[in-house]
């Protein structure tokens, strides 16, 4: 078991990291070995002149992580992230929006799982 790190790239102008893979390698190997196991920012990091990506905080392998990717951001879903302390503080309204998206998607993975199981 080891670590993981997960990566969101920014798909417009992704051509940048294309045309310069050896500069977008070393941000990446910089931020996940050398990070200190922050996250690496709610802001996504520029790359170039116009691609961009977001990093999260390296976890070990035996760590669940949930993500939750709505409009230009990712969010950590946990009780204590940073991400979730920092919607509390400065805008709940989205935090009960993503809830209840999640609610919605767990509800619907439950009916097929109860759908699936009584087919057998």
Do not use: W
């Amino acid at each position: 078991m080891g670590n993981l790190v997960t990566l969101t790239l920014y798909m417009d102008d992704i051509d940048e990291i294309q045309k310069h893979p050896k500069d977008f390698a070393e941000k990446v190997f910089n931020y996940a070995c050398k990070g200190g196991g922050k996250r690496m920012g709610f802001l996504p990091e520029r790359f170039g002149n116009h691609g961009s990506f977001i990093m999260q905080k390296v976890r070990h392998s035996s760590h669940n992580a949930i993500y939750l990717q709505s409009g230009n951001t990712v969010t950590e879903i946990d009780s204590f992230s940073d991400d979730v302390e920092r919607l509390l503080e400065q805008n709940v309204d989205i935090l009960e929006q993503d809830l209840k998206y999640i609610q919605s998607v767990v509800t619907r993975i439950k009916k097929r799982i109860k759908e699936n199981k009584e087919k057998v």
